[in-house]
């Protein structure tokens, strides 16, 4: 082996011991505040030097509520064709009955509040519907414990950058 290929090979071992910028898997170990083990043999990697990317920032959407009420909705008539009168033996009495005459209500106030929620609205990813949580479609869920990440090395192991979730393969 020639001189200028033993320096060639001492450069390239050290470029790649100083890892300037690779790619790792890591597991999230806490979500809040965010850890990250790549290494068992390392500390995990604290939130001060995770970058998160947008594929892993928690999104939602929330689903919307519907509520109407209809307040001092009332509904009456006035009758005033009355007419009350009495036959006997061919005479007629005067008429019982004049005027005007309310019925009575029949609609009350706030008859018609309503509160439901607009439980047809899906959203879908590839295919299967978003998950829907406490009122919210969920379009990204935040990291939790457990989930493998895709990391982006930087700044020779000082900065990472999380790039999305791994979902199966190895780590």
Do not use: W
Not at 51 to 73: A, R
Not at 80 to 89: A, K
Not at 140 to 157: P, W
């Amino acid at each position: 082996m020639e001189l200028i290929e033993v320096l060639q090979q001492i450069n390239q071992q050290s470029m790649q011991s100083a890892g300037l910028t690779d790619l790792q898997i890591g597991t999230v170990t806490s979500a809040a505040p965010l850890e990250i083990t790549v290494d068992t043999l390392m500390q995990p990697l604290k939130a001060e030097v995770l970058y998160l990317t947008e594929p892993v920032v928690e999104k939602k959407i929330p689903v919307l509520t519907h509520l109407h009420t209809t307040s001092g909705f009332a509904h009456n008539h006035d009758i005033t064709t009355l007419r009350h009168t009495h036959t006997s033996g061919g005479d007629t009495t005067g008429e019982g009955l004049s005027g005007t005459y309310p019925t009575e209500e029949a609609l009350s106030k706030d008859a018609f509040e309503s509160d439901q929620q607009l439980t047809s609205i899906v959203c879908y990813e590839n295919g299967a519907a978003l998950p829907v949580q406490n009122g919210f479609i969920i379009l990204n869920r935040a990291l939790a414990v457990g989930d493998k990440v895709l990391l982006l090395r930087v700044q020779s192991g000082q900065k990472f950058i999380i790039l999305s979730r791994v979902m199966g393969g190895g780590s």
